[in-house]
């Protein structure tokens, strides 16, 4: 196995080494430095010019038998690369947990060398022969791990920066997290990230693996995988491809009369991404504005129009939309987009709301209604999410929260009361608990706002506007019943119908996944789950990609559910090498992994300008900047353009 | 493979920690605290849990970690600090992704009932506070004697207490647990 690394991994791979260093050098290094470096050598261009000679010098003069860098030559161990598609919450959770499972293997396999070696000395060779350890073997060919990230956008974090909702910063807290993996990980061997550590012994030699650059991490923003480069291209750049790219593309719809037509209708989806400030979802804002402030409704406030100016944004930033908001689904988004239009700017001042959000929120909308066909027994949300809606007024957002008692009773079939029993059962019975308490509160709904659960109700039709024939006006509901056993119960129309008043519909089913281009003819894309296809994190097939997170279980789970997926997707990547599959598939000795040198190559070659960490670290510091903050609790205002996020970026200092 | 070139690297790496290997400690996804706060001060990184903890001249009493992968940590807990704080300082791979502020159940640890109910009758009404009882609602593999780490402080009384990290099977997903929806 040795011999087949060697013979492959020969010249090229040192040459490879050697430019990555030089790599590291110019990109790796922790913010500070590295922006300083870039003014003098743009990376593309230096990586350019580097990658190719040296790569050709290399492999035109073969090494010598006693050059003085026989050593290096022949060491036949070379670099793991691995590329993680996606900057969410799975792609990093897996580069973290891959590092330090490759650092863990290389500490064993490195001190069953050692033991080895010595044993080798003392009988005169042949250690490399001792049976059984196959998979250590294999291990023993790489010296070190190279994760690359890329990600479309310029900016990383997926859901946590642009669906996470900005009154929940401390869920935003893993940011942090997961930008200090490039300061441990993205350093080179000059001594810059030592440090005084707690002295176990294992914990220096881990220093000092990580010294030696064992593991390094780098970030290729605005690289849109399918577009920038294809999957195929990716896959024989690198030994190991890691799909992470969630399940943002789409998301399901009702499928009823009047959704796809009528203006105002739109997915939770887009109307949380364009709150949280995405690029691609400005578009969204003038909709919500002609919804929630059509004319007729903005002259309703005394001081909201000025004359001969009918654009709404002239009201004041407190006025109230009395707008009548429908939001279909019952999930945590379907709450979050609830509570952040009924909060308004008095309660999303302080937070990374980006400014023109709040321009159009103002001071938030006075009906909110959340629906769902099935029972509150049956309910997507969780508890923290719908305590937060009871306490809006006692916080002084003037929102009132509103349970109909008689839903709950309907809600309240035998079927449901046994779905609360058990262990299992805990966390339902303690939110149920909760909205009884809720509906039967007593607490005067002197509320400027407010906002209603309402159960068992199926959207059949969305009809237009009595005065705007293009734009939504109602939702038509059934009145369902629930029928069935435990578990199984599934909601039944009653012919009973009610008309929910709407100005704005936010359809909040669920996100869906969607394949990447050039997915279909693989042939591992689950188009009815909307996930690729995979066991245990491997990508079914003959191939040597993996998948991690939403688009490998689809669009459920919270930001630590990413953590349990991402380790059982590792535990199938080091199977994949510890079993020899990967050498397998590699076995031809056609394909050298080029890894990051051969994507800075291809990059250059195609044009695209990527973003590199310490380049979005410029957009982060940008963002922070006092300048640019309405006050001083306002964590940060983001740029909401590409070209916006791009120039900060690439700008020179 | 170059055998003797080889063997310099490995005795490099391990010229000072001859009994790296055979400690079998758990010391991966140490945070590296001092650098980070050196090179992102003007950036508003800094990481809470690790800051306010009591200092080094603080009692200790001995606490044992079962990690994920079932080997045992023992480690020297400072009192006063919490359960995440002493996890991170010492190297006890548990998450802390809000960074200890009770939002996200990435902290959660499995007590002994034993400890479970002693620090139970500590509180002041019997019960957990509403805040971590909502969280751990969403925890994965939530047990009878679940908690937050991060809502847990180190006190005398649990010197010798063992705390089980939950361990990731290698087939999570089907073994049973659903995922909070979202
Ligand atoms: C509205 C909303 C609110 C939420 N709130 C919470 C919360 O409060 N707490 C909590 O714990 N969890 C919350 N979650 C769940 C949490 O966000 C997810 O569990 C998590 O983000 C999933 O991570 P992921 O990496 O699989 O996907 P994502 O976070 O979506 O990341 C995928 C990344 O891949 C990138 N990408 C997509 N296509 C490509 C491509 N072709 N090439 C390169 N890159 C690509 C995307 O731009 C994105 O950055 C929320 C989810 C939503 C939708
Ligand atoms: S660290 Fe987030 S809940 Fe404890």
């Known amino acids: 196995m040795a011999l087949c690394i060697a013979v492959r991994g020969g010249g090229g791979g040192t040459a490879t ?14 913010a500070q430095q590295t922006v300083q470096r870039f003014r003098h050598i743009p990376p593309p261009l230096c990586c350019r010019q580097s990658t190719t000679s040296t790569i050709a010098t290399d492999v035109n003069n073969a090494p010598s038998h006693n050059s003085p860098e026989q050593n290096a030559h022949h060491n036949p161990r070379r670099r793991l690369s691995v590329a993680i598609v996606g900057a969410g919450p799975s792609g990093f959770y897996t580069a973290k947990y ?9 500490q064993s396999t490195a001190a069953i060398a050692l033991a080895s070696t010595s044993a080798a000395d003392d009988d005169g060779g042949a250690a490399d022969d001792n049976g059984g350890a196959v998979g250590i073997h294999n291990f023993f060919n790489y010296r070190g791990i190279d994760i690359d990230i890329l990600e479309r956008l310029p900016t990383p974090y997926g859901l946590v920066r642009y669906g996470v909702a900005p009154d929940h910063p401390e869920v935003k807290n893993v940011e942090k997290e997961f930008a200090s993996l490039f300061i441990e990980h993205g350093s080179t061997s000059d001594g810059e990230t030592t440090t005084t550590i707690p002295s176990s012994s294992s914990i220096i030699a881990n220093k000092l693996i990580a010294h030696n650059s064992i593991s390094t991490l780098s970030y290729f923003g605005n690289v849109d995988v399918g577009h920038s480069i294809s999957l195929s291209q990716l896959q024989s750049l690198y030994d190991i491809v890691v799909l992470a790219y969630g399940c943002q593309a789409s998301d399901k719809r009702l499928g009823i009369p009047g959704e796809a037509e009528l203006e105002g209708v739109l997915s939770a989806r887009e109307f949380v991404a364009w709150y949280n400030g995405h690029p691609e979802f400005g578009h969204i804002g003038p909709i919500v504005q002609r919804c929630l402030w059509p004319k007729s409704l903005s002259e309703e406030e005394g001081d909201a129009t000025d004359g001969n100016n009918n654009n709404s944004s002239s009201s004041s930033d407190t006025a109230i939309s009395k707008a009548r908001v429908v939001v279909i689904g019952q999930g945590n988004v379907a709450l979050d987009v609830a509570r952040i239009l009924s909060k308004g700017t008095s309660g999303l001042i302080d937070t990374d709301t980006p400014t023109s959000v709040l321009e159009i929120l103002k001071g938030g909308v006075s009906h909110v209604s959340i629906v769902g066909r099935r029972g509150h027994v049956q309910g997507a949300f969780t508890i923290k999410e719908v305590r937060e809606l009871t306490k809006l007024n006692d916080e002084g957002y003037d929102v009132a929260f509103l349970v109909r008692k008689e839903e709950l009773e309907m809600g309240m079939t035998e079927s449901s009361v046994a779905e609360l029993k058990g262990t299992a059962g805990r966390p339902k019975t303690r939110l149920v608990k ?7 509160s007593t607490d005067d709904n002197s509320a400027s706002k407010q906002v209603e659960l309402r159960f068992l109700m199926n959207p059949k039709r969305f009809e237009p506007d009595d005065s705007n024939k293009d734009r939504v006006g109602s939702v038509v509901c059934e009145r369902t019943k629930l029928v069935g056993e435990p578990f199984h119960q599934q909601p039944i129309g009653t012919n009973e119908t009610e008309i929910i008043p709407a100005d704005l519909v936010l359809v909040s089913i669920g996100y869906r996944g969607m394949p990447l281009e050039g997915m279909k003819e693989l042939q591992i894309f689950d188009d009815k789950k909307g996930v690729v296809k995979n066991v245990q994190g491997k990508v079914t097939g003959k191939n040597n990609l993996f998948v991690t997170g939403w688009i490998k279980r689809g669009p459920l789970g919270i930001i630590g559910t990413n953590i349990m997926d991402a380790k059982e997707t590792v535990a199938s990547i080091i199977e994949f090498i510890e079993s020899g599959e990967l050498n397998a598939q590699q076995a031809d000795g056609s394909k050298v992994s080029l890894g990051r040198v051969g994507l800075t190559e291809l990059l250059g070659r195609e044009g695209v300008e990527f973003i590199s960490w310490p380049q979005f670290m410029k957009i982060d510091a940008a963002e922070c900047d006092r300048a640019r903050l309405r006050s001083d609790a306002q964590p940060r205002e983001k ?12 700008q020179d200092n | 493979m170059n055998q003797p070139s080889y063997k310099r690297f490995l ?4 010229y000072h920690a001859p009994s790296a290997s055979s400690s079998g400690q758990h010391i991966l996804g140490l945070t590296n605290t001092s650098t980070m706060n050196r090179h992102t001060k003007n950036q508003r990184t800094t990481i809470r849990w690790h800051g306010d903890g009591p200092g080094p001249n603080a009692p200790t009493v001995n606490l044992t970690f079962i990690n994920p992968d079932d080997t045992q940590t023992t480690i020297s807990a400072r009192v006063g600090e919490t359960l995440l704080q002493c996890a991170h300082r010492t190297g006890i791979e548990m998450e802390g992704a809000c960074e200890g502020v009770c939002a996200c159940s990435t902290c959660h640890v499995i007590l002994t009932q034993e400890l479970y ?63 909070t929806p979202h």
């Open chain 2, 117 to 179: 109910d002693q620090l139970m009758d500590e509180t002041e009404d019997g019960a957990l506070k509403e805040n971590e009882e909502d969280m751990l609602d969403m925890a994965f593999g939530l047990t009878h004697t679940s908690r937050l780490g991060c809502q847990i402080t180190v006190t005398e009384g649990m010197e010798g207490s063992v705390f089980t990290l939950p361990k990731a099977t290698r087939n999570f997903y089907v073994d049973g647990h659903k995922p």
């Open chain 1, 17 to 30: 080494a050697r430019l990555l260093t030089s790599l590291r050098r110019s990109w790796c290094l922790p």
């Open chain 1, 434 to 440: 909760l909205l009884q308490e809720a509906a039967e």
């Open chain 1, 639 to 650: 740029f909401i353009s590409t070209g916006g996020l791009l120039k900060i970026a690439l």
């Open chain 2, 11 to 14: 005795t490099k790496l391990f």
């Open chain 1, 98 to 106: 891959l590092s330090s499972t490759v650092l863990k293997k290389l």
